[in-house]
């Protein structure tokens, strides 16, 4: 039976980072930094370049009077602005002209940020919120846009943020693993982690730092976020490395490359209290030695209409290994229009300008699934979401969820299964074959076998005919292929290997064929197939997937499970592991324990 | 034939109720400039106008999502805004906000205030009522399966009879919101709830798809009342003030509909206008034979021939939500 001896160093309401910074997490933080406060253009200087001056202490003067400036022009931008502008406000320490400060402070009166609509805008308000009204108490209502004291601003603030710490450790987080919008989650926390004056909400911020940090560390593959995303954009999707995330894998890793400009959510979480990972998080981000499966359990956006329930649960698998990630959801509108709900990405020496990744979707487009997610009217709906999300109601789309859709993952075997009613607006199915896949063959059994990068072998067999559509020139994609089969009950069966488990790709394709794989399609599709690990998974359209005869146990899926982490359902726990290694977040005692098992 | 009955019944009540007196208003349009928006991008001047002389004035701040509103019935300079951020109350016109709920709240979408003073709001996830001017709040959506709800009514006559319009039909509620009662529509998307001004025991509701419902016995129950709308989306519907016959319903599709014998028949009424995607109109009760139509993202457009021509009234690229007169000295009862 094995103990855990904790070494006594739970620490209430301390500081989690108490060591200082390693020498290469310093560097990366300041290039970072330099980046924007030596920013050559083009485009004028904005929030960013003042941010990251006064945390240099450097050109105060052009600091005051460029921030009169861009206020003087009318701020928008809702809580887009209000995180810049509460950056300017904290690193100010004496820099600033009084007549800066004061157009700053006019500002939370004169212009009104709408709270936005979706989890990270409500975080990014409510954190700037608090920190604002903490900045400038006891101010009647008279001082801001909301018409509150500062001191009812703080309270609802105080509020809202406790109940988001809660709901993410107890039923997993809403707007899950994007590698674009995880920036949006760690500036409010790095921010109240920094100046937060009450001290349980300064150590609740910097344990959800470290929180949201552990969610991303065992689904990152050379700092490419892996794995099935709630949201993300069609660029980061196809070519993995454009997201933000790797900004994040790189600043805390070291792992990949860093956007050449770095997204301004990993400046805004450097200017405040740039965390540094503990060594067993780097331990986590970084040890790729032994494949392992990691499950997580999230929640879905809310469901404004058509469910009695305001929020779903999202069942998660991603398998990871070296060379390759395989990631899945079971499938379903989880999310609306950015939902992304499996692929296979492998790992390549450099990723920029590569699309290391494989995946099918059933292109769904419906005012339903809006009108589920969003308040706003049916007829306006498509155009408005298309402003900003160009390919949403696209028969070749490659983004998105679809109801139906129902997928099972078992390692790096993945059966995606579709029964699509007759009166979709787009019927069928799409597959994405990207430009960067190596030597492909089309077997005459079905499958099609892929070499993708150096150390990757891709097996897919579609279920149903298909056809190949090139991708165009200036579509996401482009120089790609898209498979496309149009038959509404359909689906794929997709089984990924290392190359250096066989000596060739034919060696690979034959092992492949010679599994035993079973088809029926009525009433609904059903694959029962032998995986390459030597698993029996049956999988039937619109039920629980089992494998070696037993259901995958959705009922009893944790937040988090697998070698690194742990945390059932409701507990507000985390326990990291790795090797001897363990660190516990308790939030119901605010307290960080280190241990060895 | 129960549609038959129900217009027949409509047109009786209507003939029957006496005439309002038009007096001094205030003019309101809740709008905003989307087009190029979305959440973070520069917002062109969007909110609550209010009409001076033959010019819009923006009130205050520039909001986004402002999706219904209602005056105080002891101030009627003092409105009650269902906005996105929660409910304000906006006082000198519109000049002074205030927001009135917490983080607990979101995307407001219609608000409705008693003559008791009792403010009654639906939202994303639910109705809640304050009795106190907004001080504390209760929810009162607990006996409705699905929340959501769209259109909400506080009966003039009556301050505990409430009418809601959600995903799921209309549903009343005799006694504050504590019980609730399907009404009529079922499993219909209702988008407005509107009592006539000269008869409270007569409503009309409008729908996604399923056209124009009504309500002769105080809003107990309602039906179809026809085949108006039907397959498209109805966003707006008004009594006219004083002319018991005269009804407008706004719509997707349809533009505008004028029906001058209490809908028993109706008259589409769209030359002029740029298109027939109509998502707000109001009768203007000092000018009998003016009505104004907000067509999505066009501009606010009046007529002063009850629609037989139009030309446009400013608020231009802008998609209105709600198009309001409110009397000077309070509400016309």
């Known amino acids: 039976m094995k103990t855990l001896l904790t070494l006594g160093i739970a620490t209430l309401l301390m500081p989690v980072a108490a060591a200082a910074e390693t020498p290469e997490f310093a560097r990366r933080k300041l290039e970072i930094i330099d980046a924007y406060a030596h920013y050559p253009g083009p485009g004028d200087a904005g929030y960013g370049q003042i941010a990251a001056r006064l945390w240099k202490h450097e050109d105060a003067a052009w600091c005051s009077r460029r921030l009169e400036e861009l206020l003087a022009a009318g701020p928008t931008g809702d809580m887009f602005w209000m995180f810049p502008v509460t950056a300017i406000a904290h690193l100010d320490q004496g820099q600033l002209t009084p007549s800066a400060r004061q157009a700053l402070k006019r500002a939370w009166k004169t212009y009104m940020p709408y709270r936005g609509d979706t989890e990270n805008h409500f975080l990014l308000y409510y954190s700037t919120l608090y920190l604002m009204s903490q900045y400038w108490p006891n101010e009647g209502p008279g001082t801001w846009y909301t018409g509150k004291t500062s001191e009812g601003n703080l309270e609802e603030a105080r509020q809202w943020i ?436 | 034939m129960a549609h038959l009955s129900l217009r027949r019944s409509v047109f009786l009540l209507l003939a029957a109720a006496p005439a309002a007196l038009a007096a001094d208003y205030s003019f309101y349009a809740l709008m905003a400039v989307t087009k190029e928006y979305v959440v973070g991008a520069k917002l062109p001047p969007s909110g609550l106008f209010l009409r001076r002389e033959s010019d819009w004035h923006h009130a205050a701040y520039n909001h986004p999502f402002l999706f219904g509103f209602d005056s105080d019935p002891a101030d009627p300079s003092t409105l009650y805004l269902a906005a996105g951020n929660g409910l304000f109350r906006a006082a000198r016109h519109g000049e002074e906000w205030t927001l009135l709920t917490g983080s607990d709240v979101t995307e407001l979408r219609d608000v409705s205030v008693a003559p008791d003073g009792t403010i009654y709001f639906a939202y994303s996830h639910g109705i809640r009522v304050s009795r106190d001017r907004g001080m504390t709040w209760r929810e009162i959506s607990g006996g409705l399966r699905r929340k959501f709800t769209e259109a909400l009514r506080v009966d003039r006559t009556k301050p505990d009879t409430l009418l809601a319009g959600g995903e799921e039909g209309i549903f009343r509620s005799g006694d504050g919101g504590l019980t609730w009662q399907l009404a009529g529509a079922a499993g219909i998307q209702i988008t407005r709830i509107e009592q006539s001004p000269l008869n409270a025991c007569l409503w009309l509701a409008t729908t996604y798809e399923a056209g124009l419902y009504g309500s002769t016995d105080c809003g107990r129950s309602f039906e179809s009342t026809g085949r108006l709308g039907v397959g498209r989306n109805l966003y707006d519907v008004a009594f006219h003030p004083s002319d018991p016959a005269r009804i407008a319903v706004a719509g997707w599709g349809p533009g505008v509909a004028i029906s001058e014998d209490s809908g028993k028949t109706w008259q589409f009424r769209n030359k002029g206008l740029p298109t027939a995607e109509v998502t707000a109109v109001a009768f203007d009760p000092a000018h009998p034979g003016r009505i104004y139509a907000g067509i999505h993202q066009e501009a606010l457009f009046v007529s002063d021939d009850l629609g037989q021509s139009w030309h446009r009234d400013g608020l231009d690229g802008s998609s209105i939500t709600r198009l309001k007169f409110v009397p000077a000295g309070g509400r016309t009862q």
């Not at chain 1, 009525?522 to 089992?546: C, H, I, K, Q, S």
């Open chain 1, 162 to 597: 406790e109940n988001w710490v809660k709901l993410t450790t107890t039923r997993g987080q809403g707007e899950y693993d994007s590698p674009h919008y995880m920036g949006v989650y760690l500036i409010p926390m790095s921010y109240l982690a920094a100046w937060a004056k009450d001290p349980a909400m300064r150590k609740r911020a910097q344990m959800m730092v470290e929180y949201l940090i552990a969610d991303y560390a065992p689904e990152n593959l050379d700092g490419l976020y892996v794995g099935a995303h709630a949201r993300i954009y069609e660029d980061q999707l196809l070519e993995r490395w454009k997201g933000v995330s790797s900004d994040f894998g790189w600043l805390w890793f070291g792992n990949g490359r860093r956007l050449p400009m770095p997204d301004n959510y990993v400046l805004y979480y450097s200017l405040a209290s740039a965390y540094e990972p503990p060594e067993i998080l780097k331990k986590i981000g970084t040890d790729r030695s032994e494949p392992y499966t990691h499950i997580e359990r999230k929640r879905t956006r809310n469901r404004w209409r058509f469910f009695d329930e305001l929020n779903g649960p999202v069942y998660k698998t991603t398998y990871v290994r070296r060379e390759y990630a395989v990631g899945s959801d079971q499938g379903g509108t989880l999310q609306p229009i950015q939902e992304h709900s499996w692929d296979v990405t492998w790992s390549v020496p450099d990723p920029r300008g590569v699309q290391n990744t494989f995946f099918t979707v059933q292109p769904f487009s419906s005012i339903h699934e809006l009108q589920t997610y969003f308040v706003f009217n049916p007829d306006p709906a498509v155009e408005g979401v298309v402003r900003s999300k160009k390919t949403y109601d696209s028969p070749d789309k490659l983004l998105g969820g679809s109801p139906y859709e129902k997928i099972a993952q078992d390692r790096d075997t993945v059966i995606a299964l579709y029964d699509v009613p007759a009166n979709t607006r787009f019927p069928g199915i799409n597959g994405f074959f990207s430009k960067d896949l190596g030597e492909t063959r089309e077997d005459p059994g079905g499958w099609i076998f892929m070499k993708a990068g150096p150390e990757t072998y891709i097996a897919c067999k579609p279920l149903r005919p298909y056809v190949w559509k090139p991708i165009p020139d200036g579509a996401p994609g482009a120089g790609g292929r898209r498979l496309y089969s149009p038959d509404p009950k359909n689906g794929v069966v997709v089984q990924v290997a290392a190359a250096s488990e066989y000596p060739d790709l034919a060696a690979f394709g034959r092992a492949v064929k010679a599994l035993p794989l079973e088809i029926t399609w009525e009433p609904v599709p059903r694959v029962r197939f032998r995986t390459l690990r030597g698993r029996a998974m049956d999988v039937t359209y619109g039920a629980e997937p089992e494998v070696d005869g037993k259901l995958v146990g959705y009922a009893q899926w944790p937040l988090f499970g697998g070698p690194f982490l742990e945390a059932p359902v409701d507990s507000e726990r985390l326990l990291l592991k790795y090797g001897h290694m363990r660190r516990t977040l308790d939030f119901r005692s605010l307290t960080v324990s280190d241990g060895v098992e």
